[in-house]
């Protein structure tokens, strides 16, 4: 669905649980992101982005993926998307809490007067709508005139304040115009006190603004509170007009921030770097203004993605509005040494919480909780896991599921039809990447794609989805795990070793991922806090 949005506008009001419906300025003709589906949405600051996702377009369109497909020489020429791929890699945004107006023509037909007039140069002529600049001594005249008055001037009343955006002011063309130099441009909420400049120029409640020179016409972008707006020149001469458009709004009501209409505006990328376009790929928030996008689908080799990459976010209070993309290079922790396959809609979303718990990090935070020491394998200096004391305890992302290629293999996990049941945690600070080995003793979630997680303190929730393994191939259950937080590790470790992030750092003599096993006494194993790595040498460097 183009130019509507809906969102859920009962918690802010406070009255009802209602939807409201959303415009957006597409029914205005304005720019505006066009249909799609299977994009992702995700909110920074007051700022909604919009990245992604499929619509129709070309069979044989380039997505900037194989070069064999986009007629590329070799793999060494560079390819980027064509406009007919239909799996899109545009991104756009709208500040969903405050309320952009669309500027309209506030000018036209207004009451407008001047200081004096000659012969049909009536001072309406300047607001009918007519930018011809040709005068004539007729009726059929649409250009102002004046005596050769002292400080000669015209002004319009907009019939009430308006917030003004642009104001341009058409010259005369066909002789005399050199007239019109060395003028003010005067802006008043009220009228003004006086017909002379020495008076105005003084007055407080007055903007001014000076112009020396025109030749056809000059165009003001302005943010200006007016009514009352003059043109009044310096001197003495004759003042014509051809035509003077002001665009701008009414004055913004509180009200119109929720249910005004919204303004998109396109995000560009901040270089050629950039990824492609994708259609159900995972976009998350880890920081106010960064995110972190991870897989999707395309029609082209590899057709399913497991790229992943950055996206630091424009704030609204920059001028130039465009996203900083990075190419991530996820490293894989040791000894498991894996990386998730391509997928695409699976499901992503992101803890603040380190590896303390939430609740006990939350009370170190409010100071109800004082922790001299951490014992065991992990040193106390890193806790207790506040992102404001501890730089790299950063949070982490939870990736499950999703879908890939299909698989003959009984054994592999994508077997029979694509579905994945696997579970990653992605550690923002390190950027590692770690497959959690959950206990498949008990029962656990079955590999489904199109479902949805969140995370509430330290406990992951999944719902829903659709899987062959589902009756009907549509998933109603509902699961939770636990994510975070000391006894978020298999087994507790065994007893043996220190819970961090869901992995277990095992004491001297100890390993695998639950500690259960012993270890050769010469074994040498160092875990890098850091970066979350840990890293053994068994007997004889094996």
Same mark, same amino acid.
């Given at each position: 669905?183009?130019? /509507? ?9 406070? /009255? ?61 020429? =560079? ?30 037909? /207004? ?96 903007? /001014? ?200 293999? =009984? ?132």
């Amino acid at each position: 669905m183009a130019n /509507k949005w809906y969102m859920l506008y009962g918690e802010w009001w406070g /009255k009802d649980q209602t939807w409201q419906t959303m415009w957006d300025y597409g029914a205005y003709g304005q720019q505006h992101p066009s249909k799609r589906f299977g994009h992702n949405a995700v909110l920074s600051n007051s700022l909604l982005f919009v990245f992604g996702g499929f619509r129709n377009g070309t069979y044989d369109a380039c997505c900037g993926y194989d070069w064999i497909a986009c007629g590329a020489p070799n793999n060494l020429v =560079p390819i980027f998307p064509s406009s007919g791929c239909g799996f899109l890699h545009d991104m756009w945004s709208a500040d969903t809490l405050q309320y952009e107006p669309f500027p309209t023509l506030v000018s036209l037909n /207004k009451h407008a007067s001047q200081s004096s007039t000659l012969g049909t140069g009536v001072a309406a002529l300047a607001v009918d709508g007519n930018t011809s600049g040709y005068y004539s001594d007729t009726w059929a005249n649409s250009v102002t005139l004046t005596n050769s008055d002292d400080e000669a001037w015209w002004q319009v009343d907009l019939g009430q304040s308006y917030v003004i955006r642009n104001m341009t002011i058409y010259n005369r063309l066909d002789a005399f115009s050199e007239r019109l130099q060395n003028f003010y441009i005067l802006f008043a909420t009220v009228p003004f006190v006086s017909d002379w400049l020495r008076d105005i120029l003084i007055d407080p409640l007055v903007f /001014k603004t000076h112009v020396m020179y025109v030749e056809d016409l000059i165009s003001l972008n302005l943010d200006i509170t007016a009514r009352y707006v003059r043109i009044q020149l310096a001197g003495t001469n004759y003042l014509s007009l051809a035509e003077v458009q002001i665009w701008g709004h009414p004055l913004v009501q509180a009200w119109q921030s929720m249910e005004g209409m919204k303004k998109w505006t396109r995000i560009l990328p901040n270089s050629d770097v950039y990824p492609f376009g994708r259609f159900a790929a995972t976009l998350t928030m880890y920081n106010a203004e960064s995110a972190l996008l991870f897989g999707g689908m395309v029609k082209e080799s590899p057709y399913f993605l497991d790229d992943t990459w950055t996206c630091t976010l424009p704030n609204p209070n920059q001028t130039l509005q465009q996203a900083a993309w990075t190419r991530l290079s996820m490293k894989r922790q040791q000894p498991q040494n894996t990386f998730p396959i391509g997928r695409y809609s699976h499901a992503a979303a992101f803890s603040p919480v380190c590896s303390l718990g939430f609740d006990i990090e939350l009370a170190v935070l409010d100071g109800s909780l004082v922790l001299d020491r951490i014992s065991g394998a992990v040193p106390g200096y890193v806790y207790p896991g506040n992102p404001q004391q501890t730089p790299w305890c950063r949070g982490q992302i939870i990736i499950h599921g999703g879908r890939t290629s299909a698989n003959r293999d =009984p054994t592999d996990m994508a077997y029979p039809a694509g579905y994945l049941p696997d579970m990653w945690i992605y550690n923002v600070s390190s950027e590692t990447i770690s497959q959690v080995n959950y206990s498949t003793a008990a029962p656990f979630p079955s590999a489904r794609s199109q479902h949805a997680i969140v995370i509430y303190k330290d406990w992951l929730l999944l719902y829903g989805g659709t899987s062959d393994f589902c009756p009907g191939s549509v998933c109603g259950d509902l699961w939770m795990y636990n994510v975070s937080g000391p006894h978020s590790c298999p087994n507790d470790c065994s007893g043996h070793g220190t819970c961090e992030w869901g992995f277990c750092i095992c004491d001297p003599g100890f390993k695998t991922l639950d500690c259960s096993e012993l270890s050769c006494p010469q074994a040498q194993c160092a875990f890098t806090y850091s970066d979350h790595w840990l890293t053994c040498v068994e007997c004889h460097n094996q």
